[in-house]
């Protein structure tokens, strides 16, 4: 269990930086779940363990764009 914490804690910067990065090249709106689907592919082809705490790394993306959304971040 703290194994998985720790690999958490490790992957929120780049899954920072990539969710930013997408929306950067994809700025447009109602493509969340092909970003999202993009962000998947890219993180489990790089290391396939993420597939097994791929639910929790989603819940992050989502709270991660939801911050970026209320911060004025990401531009509507």
């Known amino acids: 269990m703290f194994e998985t914490v720790k690999i958490i ?8 930086q990539l969710v930013k990065a997408v929306e950067d090249s994809i700025p447009e709106g109602g ?3 092909d970003k999202l689907a993009f ?11 993420i597939a ?3 639910l ?9 764009v939801a911050l ?3 911060t004025g971040v990401f531009k509507k």
């Open 39 to 49: 962000i998947h592919t890219v993180l489990t082809d790089a290391c396939p363990q």
């Open 31 to 33: 493509k969340g779940k």
């Open 56 to 64: 929790t790394v989603e819940k992050i993306i989502t709270s991660t």
């Open 68 to 70: 970026y959304n209320a």
């Open 9 to 16: 804690i490790q992957l929120i910067p780049l899954i920072l």
């Open 52 to 54: 097994d705490i791929w």
